[in-house]
């Protein structure tokens, strides 16, 4: 999922990104709103890590929901 896309579907994703980095509040998430260099950002900021270890998690994170929704969208459609 790219950022424009991450962008189009943050409302339904910020559940899945809460669940992966519990840190995060609410406000932190609105901030975010699904700018993929916010939530980087974000993620380095409260869990202390170099801006390299947190864009990993979020791109490994990101493949996740992918395939998700690669498979969302193959059941949907048999």
Request: aromatic residues 6%; proline residues 0%; neutral net charge.
């Amino acid at each position: 999922m790219n950022s424009d896309q991450m962008q189009g579907k943050w409302k339904q994703i910020k559940g899945s990104v809460k669940e992966r980095w519990g840190k995060l509040t609410d406000d932190d998430l609105d901030v975010i709103n699904g700018k993929q260099e916010q939530l980087i950002g974000k993620i380095q900021e409260k869990y202390g890590i170099a801006r390299e270890a947190a864009q990993k998690q979020v791109e490994e994170w990101n493949a996740v929901e992918s395939q998700q929704a690669d498979f969302e969208q193959r059941r949907k459609a048999s």
